[in-house]
């Protein structure tokens, strides 16, 4: 169960998104159609991911954020800006993604890095649910390396699919196309950390 806090930190959160998104499109001088046609999504989705209808899918915010020239995490903004950040247990911001086209979402995130445009480094706790997962392949800038806490996780990274158990770990180029989904029967816990290699300088 949500905290009462994690659910007020996940509601800021996606309230940030859509205002994030707009500010970040009309400082780009970017229409809705223009962006819709550098992300390949349309008009209408971006107009109720701005206005705060819904959170999409992994793959369609990786790519807005990169046709806007910024960082998935800069999409995003926790409340602490001093230079050490904790979370307890139940305390860590959460982000539902996706729907599943179901109820449940398609993964959940528990942010472990204070988001930030200027951050070199990206991390969450993904919470999968059974047959949820990244729902479609994307790549990125930077490099990716994570660590499989419970459940099962399946993992393609450019084609190639990767079976992990609880304990498994992976890393890989954040350039080729990747995507994940949990394969078990019960929920499947993953530390996952980015690396914003054009941000290394």
């Given at each position: 169960m949500l905290t009462a806090t994690a659910k007020s930190d996940t509601a800021d959160s996606i309230e940030q998104l859509g205002s994030r998104v707009r500010y970040a499109r009309k400082r780009n001088g970017l229409t809705l159609k223009e962006l819709g046609d550098k992300?390949?999504?349309?008009?209408?989705?971006?107009?109720?991911?701005e206005r705060n209808n819904i959170v999409p899918s992994l793959p369609v915010l990786w790519r807005?954020?990169?046709?806007?020239?910024?960082?998935f995490g800069a999409l995003?903004?926790?409340?602490?800006?001093e230079p050490v950040t904790t979370y307890n247990e139940g305390e860590r911001p959460l982000l539902s993604i996706g729907t599943g086209g179901g109820k449940a979402p398609?993964?959940?995130l528990e942010r472990m890095v204070p988001s930030s445009e200027n951050r070199t480094?990206?991390?969450?706790?993904?919470v999968i649910p059974p047959g949820g997962g990244s729902s479609g392949a994307y790549s990125h800038s930077g490099e990716?390396?994570?660590y499989v806490?419970?459940?099962?996780?399946?993992?393609?990274?450019?084609?190639?699919?990767h079976l992990l158990g609880r304990g498994g770990s992976f890393?890989?180029?954040?350039?080729?196309?990747?995507?994940?989904r949990n394969v078990g029967s019960s929920e499947a816990r993953v530390v996952w950390m980015n690396s914003h290699k054009s941000r290394l300088r």
């Open positions: 992300v390949g999504c349309s008009e209408s989705l971006l107009s109720k991911i807005i954020a990169e046709a806007l020239g910024t960082t995003f903004s926790d409340k602490s800006l398609d993964v959940v480094i990206d991390a969450n706790l993904h990716e390396v994570g806490v419970s459940g099962y996780l399946e993992l393609t990274v450019d084609g190639r699919v890393f890989f180029n954040s350039s080729l196309p990747h995507s994940y």
